[in-house]
């Protein structure tokens, strides 16, 4: 799931699949 850090930049679109894997993505910053 490397990808994430890559996909952070893309919070807009990342933040729909939040909602799926809001643990996988706790720790990215964008969610705030």
């Not at 729909?16 to 809001?22: E, L, N």
Request: no cysteine; net charge negative; aromatic share 6%.
């Amino acid at each position: 799931m490397a990808t994430i850090t890559v996909v952070g930049n893309v919070n807009i679109e990342t933040t729909v699949k939040v909602d799926s894997f809001p643990t996988a993505y706790a720790p990215t910053p964008h969610l705030g």
